[in-house]
T-cell receptor
Framework: KQEVTQIPAALSVPEGENLVLNCSFT??????LQWFRQDPGKGLTSLLL?????REQTSGRLNASLDKSSGRSTLYIAASQPGDSATYLC??????????????FGKGTKLSVIP | SQTIHQWPATLVQPVGSPLSLECTVE??????LYWYRQAAGRGLQLLFY??????ISSEVPQNLSASRPQDRQFILSSKKLLLSDSGFYLC???????????FGDGTRLSIL
């Protein structure tokens, strides 16, 4: 059974810092990995999706990397801003049996960027 | 562009009462549809998914059920709510396993 762990659970940084969020998963046989952002009381916003054959994806100040063999992904945020404050969720898409793929989510990292 | 709507945004229900949460998607055809629950201190848990009208797969045994009466409509129901059904319920849609899932704004369900 796939398990996803995110470390740290919470992170507080001053504005302007670069930061890295970590995600690890137990089964390396994944289809893809997705990073989401969740604002308080809201749904999830998709940030980046990395296919299993890719090593990284970039969108603006965000860069996500994937090392499938070691079961790890990182989300790098450059020049953090107060508007980046949110919970960041990592989700791994892997085969669940019975002909279907499923997303398994970590519990998230709550990021606070201090002005 | 595609949009997803969930309602209501918040709901307070007594134990033993019925439940109906609705989710609709616009701007796409034959999407995969998903119901997740996010409980305090826990990750998102997939409850149901559907690849087409009338096709429902359940991932977690519980007193909830799901239905897909139309291509872009997904409904989560219960005949009798339990205290443990409290949580944040999220609907999502996708067009394939290699594409991102897109989420609604969720329904906060509190059981008294």
């Amino acid at each position: 059974k796939q398990e996803v762990t995110q470390i740290p659970a919470a992170l507080s940084v001053p504005e302007g810092e670069n930061l890295v969020l970590n995600c690890s998963f137990t089964d390396s046989a994944i289809y893809n990995l997705q990073w989401f952002r969740q604002d308080p009381g809201k749904g999830l916003t998709s940030l980046l999706l990395i296919q299993s054959s890719q090593r990284e994806q970039t969108s603006g100040r965000l860069n996500a990397s994937l090392d499938k063999s070691s079961g790890r992904s990182t989300l790098y945020i450059a020049a953090s801003q107060p508007g980046d404050s949110a919970t960041y969720l990592c989700a791994v898409n892997s085969y669940s049996g019975a002909g279907s793929y499923q997303l398994t989510f970590g519990k998230g990292t709550k990021l606070s960027v201090i002005p | 562009s595609q949009t997803i709507h969930q309602w209501p945004a918040t709901l307070v229900q007594p134990v033993g009462s019925p439940l109906s949460l609705e989710c609709t998607v616009e701007g796409t055809s034959n999407p995969n549809l998903y119901w997740y629950r996010q409980a305090a201190g826990r990750g998102l848990q997939l409850l149901f998914y559907s690849v087409g009208i009338g096709q429902i797969s359940s991932e977690v045994p519980q007193n909830l059920s799901a239905s897909r009466p139309q291509d872009r409509q997904f409904i989560l129901s219960s005949k009798k709510l339990l205290l443990s059904d409290s949580g944040f319920y999220l609907c999502a849609w996708g067009v394939g396993d290699n594409q991102p899932q897109h989420f609604g704004d969720g329904t906060r369900l509190s059981i008294l």
